[in-house]
């Protein structure tokens, strides 16, 4: 599935927030997990830690390495977010029109 970004920027009502999790889990860490390591500290030494409870579309990860545990989103922009996925594109246009509007402020 290559065309991940599209669909997701025309908000599809298809496209559920555990389908958007799951494509960042696959772009992420790979078909099968194969290029799962941990953010924390690189290891491969990780092993599947249950679902996220809020958030039962996100999976978890220990890492017995460090011992820290993370999720699909750990170190994306949605690790912190409370809002689901799917309202993001729209809001991520909203911030870079801002953006552009402060900076073209600032030259004045
Ligand atoms: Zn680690």
Redesign the pocket.
Known sequence: MMGFPKTVLSLNPEITDELIVEQIRKLRFGPELENLK??????K??HKYGKMHNRKYVQRYY??????T?NDLTGTILEKCRLTPRPLPVLHRKLLSLENSQRSSSRR
Do not use: D, I, R, T
Not at 38 to 43: D, E
């Open positions: 941990c953010p924390h500290c690189g290891s030494n990780v890492c017995k390495n460090c011992e820290k993370f």
